[in-house]
């Protein structure tokens, strides 16, 4: 069966520090994986998307970016970190474009 | 680009009375409407969905249905219990991306 492992759970970095969250799928081939961030608990908001290894689409113009590594990995960074980075940070993946959406755990990122 | 509105933004309801949470959106185009499940501190879990070719679908006590013509869709849940307050999210979307709805927090009151 297919998992989707996210790391870390919590984390607190200072202003200015960078961030690496990274993402990975068990049990699926070339799957689409997305990171969405949620803020205040309600609305989600597309970041980046990928549809293959290199392929990254980004929705949201900030000092964030996404890489796709490998097949199955996707990581979220940043070289420096703003006090309005924080929030609760999800992955997810899909299989294809008929399939709904599967989450991971998300890391809930504070900036101080 | 896709909108998608949710409406209430808070529900409560007494244990065994059922909940509807209303979702319209904007693209005529979108073909897929899942609606998720988040619990305080986890990731959002789809609960069910539904797709343009269809009006109805229902699992156990949780249906959703679909108005293409209006460009709204629903999600009813009957016989409410306790374990089903968290927040409800809608979403639409057709290709490779789902927009969601701002989220719905239910209580369900015992």
């Known amino acids: 069966s297919q998992t989707i492992h996210q790391w870390p759970a919590t984390l607190v970095q200072p202003v200015g520090s960078p961030l690496s969250l990274e993402c990975t799928v068990e049990g699926t081939s070339n799957p689409n994986l997305y990171w969405y961030r949620q803020a205040a608990g309600r609305g989600l908001q597309l970041l980046f998307y990928s549809v293959g290894i290199g392929q990254i689409s980004s929705e949201v113009p900030q000092n964030l970016s996404a890489s796709r590594p490998q097949d199955r990995q996707f990581i979220l960074s940043s070289k420096k970190l703003l006090l309005s980075d924080s929030g609760f940070y999800l992955c997810a993946w899909r299989a294809d474009r008929g399939s709904g959406y599967t989450f991971g755990s998300g890391t809930r990122l504070t900036v101080v | ?110």
């Open chain 2, 1 to 110: 680009g896709e909108n998608v509105e949710q409406h209430p933004s808070t529900l409560s309801v007494q244990e065994g009375d059922s909940a509807v949470i209303k979702c319209t959106y904007s693209d005529s185009a979108s073909n897929y409407f899942p609606w998720y499940k988040q619990e305080l501190g986890k990731g959002p879990q789809l609960i069910i969905d539904i797709r343009s070719n269809v009006g109805e679908k229902k699992d156990q006590r949780i249906a959703v249905t679909l108005n293409k013509t209006a460009k709204h869709f629903s999600l009813h849940i009957t016989e409410t219990q306790p374990e089903d307050s968290a927040v409800y999210f809608c979403a639409a979307g057709r290709g490779n991306k789902l927009v969601f709805g701002a989220g719905t927090i239910l209580r369900v009151k015992s």
